[in-house]
């Protein structure tokens, strides 16, 4: 589902899940490519038991990530991997014109999303 909201007369493309394909997917790993379309933000979520290792592939990512409030950013060509402990609410979100792809290593545990709602 994508939502659009408009922030400073910018237009953000809310979605509940970027476009993705799976390359491993075992019971303690889930290793995927992910897509973000121009200005798409992904919901505040977090993970009980599995870590988020993001490597950004083409475009510029934004992980955004609460107590401490925080945000880094991702370009594609840079070796710089952001991990996301399990319990950490944070998101994922595209601030330019062109698509955002990433690598996401999830490992750790049993794989699940709980949506934060603040």
Same mark, same amino acid.
């Given at each position: 589902?994508?939502?659009?909201?408009?922030?400073n007369g910018v237009g953000l493309?809310?979605?509940?899940?970027?476009?993705?394909? =799976?390359? /491993?997917? *075992?019971?303690?790993?889930? /290793? +995927?490519?992910?897509?973000?379309?121009?200005?798409?933000?992904?919901?505040?979520?977090?993970?009980?038991? =599995?870590? *988020?290792?993001?490597?950004?592939?083409?475009?510029?990512?934004?992980?955004? &990530?609460?107590?401490? *409030?925080?945000?880094?950013?991702?370009?594609?060509?840079?070796?710089?991997?952001?991990? /996301?402990?399990?319990?950490?609410?944070?998101?994922? +979100?595209?601030?330019?014109?062109?698509?955002?792809?990433?690598?996401? &290593?999830?490992?750790?545990?049993?794989? *699940?999303?709980?949506?934060?709602g603040n």
């Open positions: 589902m994508v939502r659009s909201r408009f922030r493309v809310i979605s509940e899940a970027p476009a993705s394909r =799976v390359l /491993v997917s *075992d019971a303690g790993t889930l /290793v +995927r490519i992910l897509t973000l379309a121009s200005y798409e933000v992904g919901p505040w979520h977090w993970h009980s038991k =599995v870590s *988020d290792q993001t490597l950004c592939l083409e475009g510029t990512l934004l992980i955004d &990530i609460r107590a401490p *409030d925080a945000t880094f950013e991702l370009r594609a060509g840079s070796a710089r991997v952001i991990e /996301v402990p399990a319990g950490q609410v944070h998101r994922v +979100r595209n601030p330019g014109s062109q698509l955002a792809t990433y690598l996401l &290593i999830q490992h750790g545990g049993l794989y *699940d999303f709980k949506e934060d």
